[in-house]
């Protein structure tokens, strides 16, 4: 059984602040190799070498000008990081203040992994220079606002994939709202269509033009990865599965998890136990 370990924001010296940073030299001081559920933001800009990080079940390269980023909730585990330099960013969630990062930080799906294009690293790195600078600031030296205002300007800086275009999609937006607050409840799309007050294309229209699934992939995905979560972590069995996710037993389960991941609940879950 793998154990979980459940980490909080605790910022080293500074009780009120909302943003820390510290190296991957310092990360490697306290990585045990475990596996880590964390319930604030983790944002690496990786500078050069090679490693990996394993977010959620999948397997993220850490190399020469890539990002990572963690969001609370998801389990992680950084793996081969000996040589990687750069920095990591730990925030929560209400760090941000501007209004496009905010909703950015909110979202249930924000894109794990990116190269940032050799055009944007001058930008990226001076916005991260100016973040560490003043995380570093002696308590009470400055305005505790600063860090969340660089923290910001280096999230648009680094420009995740979609970001604007996710969240600029009125309807996408109420969407992925919805699925997130009920898709333990509702699996079908045509309820949120329902609800949302669209018809059932324009909804599906309007996820695809965003995530290039259609409205019930998108369900389905947010299912399996839930599904995922309980059966490796949580160690329940397909019952105990079908009950957290809504489903009328464990058959029914079984029958949907087989169909969208190729392998039964019990097999996934044995796989995932000795990985």
């Known amino acids: 059984m793998t154990v979980i370990r459940q980490?909080?924001?605790?910022?080293?010296?500074?009780?009120?602040?909302?943003?820390?940073?510290?190296t991957f030299d310092r990360l490697r001081e306290l990585n045990d190799g475990g596996t880590q559920r964390t319930d604030f933001h983790v944002l690496a800009v990786v500078d050069a070498g090679h490693g990996s990080v394993k977010v959620d079940f999948l397997r993220h390269p850490l190399e020469k000008r890539s990002v990572v980023w963690v969001a609370p909730g998801a389990v992680h585990r950084w793996d081969d990081i000996a040589d990687v330099t750069g920095h990591l960013v730990l925030f929560v969630p209400t760090a941000p203040v501007t209004h496009a990062t905010r909703e950015l930080v909110a979202s249930p799906d924000l894109m794990a992994h990116w190269s940032i294009p050799d055009a944007d690293w001058p930008f990226v790195g001076i916005a991260r220079d100016h973040l560490l600078l003043e995380a570093t600031a002696p308590p009470g030296d400055v305005s505790t606002e600063l860090p969340e205002i660089l923290l910001s300007a280096l999230i648009a800086r680094l420009r995740p994939p979609r970001a604007e275009e996710r969240s600029a999609h009125p309807v996408f937006r109420l969407f992925r709202s919805s699925v997130e607050a009920h898709f333990r409840e509702h699996h079908d799309a045509g309820h949120y269509a329902r609800a949302l007050g669209y018809a059932p294309r324009t909804l599906s229209r309007a996820v695809q033009q965003v995530t290039g699934r259609t409205a019930k992939a998108y369900i389905v995905d947010r299912l399996v990865l839930e599904a995922k979560r309980l059966l490796a972590h949580d160690r329940l069995t397909a019952a105990g599965c079908a009950h957290a996710l809504g489903f009328p037993d464990a058959s029914n389960f079984s029958v949907f998890f087989l169909k969208a991941t190729g392998m039964r609940p019990g097999a996934w879950q044995a796989g995932a136990a000795v990985e």
């Open 7 to 22: 980490m909080t924001y605790q910022p080293v010296g500074r009780r009120t602040a909302a943003v820390e940073t510290m």
